[in-house]
Every structure is written in structure tokens, then in C-alpha cells.
T-cell receptor, first 117, second 114 residues
């Protein structure tokens, strides 16, 4: 089956720094990628939808200037947490699909755990 | 390790039919169980959840009961509508482990015919 990778799997950073998380589709071209956030012991929250070559669509309540998403190619989307603070500590998951009409399933990355000190 | 297995799709039903999508899990701890839904063109949305054995989650006419004895969390709806056409993902998250990351099944695509 299709594989989606994320890098890094774990990151610890100081408050005020920026962190970039990569999401790659390894064996297919991902026209659409989604970014989710899982708060500790809770369910997922959709943050944004990223389409290759266009600006990401953010969900209500998600700060687009804080969570910068770039989908520069059909195999790579990046999420940059700018000026991270401890409340940004979370588990971030991406998913990708090869079909913009969603006739195909989406594939999940393994997630990136961010800890901001 | 923890895992989720759900029935493969696509599942095609007529409107007003009864729906069951099977989901079973393997977990070493005490997981919370979830059903997520992805409508065409959208991201995942939480449909319902249950956090302990015998809990029943329900939303929008869908129900699922956390069965520890059978390690199952089957999704049911008594009368489906065309608007229920979507992909449904079963998932778990182990609340008492350090690594509580969410683990998904592969998804089941549901087609409802008018």
C-alpha cells in the first residue's frame, strides 16, 4: 500500500523557536495533504487542507501565521510551527491522497511529536 | 503493539438500509476508540468516541459500543441516507501510555444509492 512518511518523528525545542515538519508521499503523487493535531489523550483535530501549488485552507480557529503550510510539490508538504510555545506541544499527523475528488483513500503518516520547553 | 482492523470496502447500500461497519482492535492498555468520517473533498471529522468498556458513542444516528470482550467497536446506523456516503475510519488511542498517538484502520468507503 501507499506510504506516507513524516520527519522528524520526535522534536524537542525551546520556546520561541520555529520547527518544520515534513510530510512525504513515498510512492504516489499526493494532490491533497491534510494536517491534523492530536492533543494529549484526545482525538484528532483537522488543522488545514493543503493542495499542491496553492495556498492551504485552514480550519476555523487555526492561526495561519503560526502554522505555516507549504505544499510545493506533489510529494512534499511542510508544516512550520513558528515561534513555538509550550501550548503548541502536541502530536501532529499528516495524511495524503492521490485523488482530488477523494475517490481514493487517504494514507496517514506516522506522526510527529513536538515538545516545546 | 496496538492495531485496528476494519472491514474493507467499498460498501454499497440502498437508502434507508441498515449499516454495519466492523472494527476490531488490539491494544496492550486501555484504549479510547473513535470513528472518524471523511466526506468527499473534506478532511477527517470525529464522528463518535467511547473511552471505556461498554460505553456507547453516538452521533448523527450512528452508534458504536465499546466491547472489550470481543475487542470490537462496530459502527451501526439504522437507516442510511445518501448524504452518509463517505469514508469511515476506526481508530484507537491508548490513554494510559506515554505514547498515546492515534492509530487508524485503513478506512471503509460507503456508497449509498438513492
Amino acid at each position: 500500500g501507499a506510504v506516507v512518511s513524516q520527519h522528524p518523528s520526535w522534536v524537542i525545542c525551546k520556546s520561541g523557536t520555529s520547527v518544520k515538519i515534513e510530510c512525504r508521499s513515498l510512492d504516489f503523487q499526493a494532490t491533497t495533504m491534510f494536517w491534523y493535531r492530536q492533543f494529549p489523550k484526545q482525538s484528532l483535530m483537522l488543522m488545514a487542507t493543503s493542495n499542491e501549488g496553492s495556498k492551504a485552507t485552514y480550519e476555523q480557529g487555526v492561526e495561519k501565521d503560526k502554522f505555516l503550510i507549504n505544499h510545493a510539490s506533489l510529494t512534499l508538504s511542510t508544516l512550520t510551527v513558528t515561534s513555538a510555545h509550550p501550548e503548541d506541544s502536541s502530536f501532529y499527523i499528516c495524511s495524503a491522497t492521490s485523488d482530488s475528488r477523494f475517490q481514493e483513500t487517504q494514507y496517514f503518516g506516522p506522526g510527529t511529536r513536538l515538545l516545546v520547553l | 503493539g496496538n492495531s485496528v482492523t476494519q472491514m474493507e470496502g467499498p460498501v454499497t447500500l440502498s437508502e434507508e438500509a441498515f449499516l454495519t461497519i466492523n472494527c476490531t482492535y488490539t491494544a496492550t492498555g486501555y484504549p479510547s476508540l473513535f470513528w472518524y468520517v471523511q466526506y468527499p473533498g473534506e478532511g477527517l471529522q470525529l464522528l463518535l468516541k467511547a473511552t471505556k468498556a461498554d460505553d456507547k458513542g453516538s452521533n448523527k444516528g450512528f452508534e458504536a459500543t465499546y466491547r472489550k470482550e470481543t475487542t470490537s467497536f462496530h459502527l451501526e446506523k439504522g437507516s442510511v441516507q445518501v448524504s452518509d456516503s463517505a469514508v469511515y475510519f476506526c481508530a484507537l488511542s491508548d490513554r494510559f501510555l506515554e505514547d498515546d498517538k492515534i492509530i487508524f484502520g485503513k478506512g471503509t468507503r460507503l456508497h449509498i444509492l438513492p
